[in-house]
């Protein structure tokens, strides 16, 4: 399985964490994803989580840099964290496609899934 570039402890997810005010948090920037208050083991231990941020990559692909981030920023200020279109898109990829970030290990159950943030 081929992943992006995983950046631990990036101040871009510090940001995005102090923001959100949630405990950790993984975004992408260009084709890597940034960690901050996760470990790169403890994050690829999550297919949910892993295929969340698989489509915000292919997001990025399809609208270019700035193109994400205009229309995500846009989503943002219109809608609200959770009801940017690109999040909405990025929780149904995770549904969709987490047992193939798992490789043949069991799911994690509910409780043991990295929350969303909610705002
Ligand atoms: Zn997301």
């Known amino acids: 399985m081929q992943l992006p570039r995983i950046v631990e402890n990036s101040p871009f997810a510090r940001l ?3 923001k959100l005010t949630a405990p950790n948090v993984a975004m992408v920037l260009g084709r890597s994803i940034h960690l901050s208050g996760v470990t790169r083991e403890e994050f690829l231990r999550d ?3 892993v295929a969340h941020e698989m489509e915000h990559i292919r997001q990025y692909e399809r609208h270019g840099r700035l193109g994400f981030l205009v229309r995500y920023l846009w989503g943002w200020a ?3 964290y959770y009801n940017i279109p690109f999040e909405i898109e990025a929780r149904a990829a995770a549904e969709r ?3 193939f970030y798992a490789q043949g290990r069991p799911l994690p159950t509910a409780a043991e899934r990295h929350p969303s943030p909610k705002q």
Do not use: V
């Open 16 to 18: 995005a964490r102090l």
């Open 78 to 80: 219109r809608h609200g």
């Open 47 to 49: 297919p949910f989580w």
């Open 97 to 99: 496609d987490a047992p």
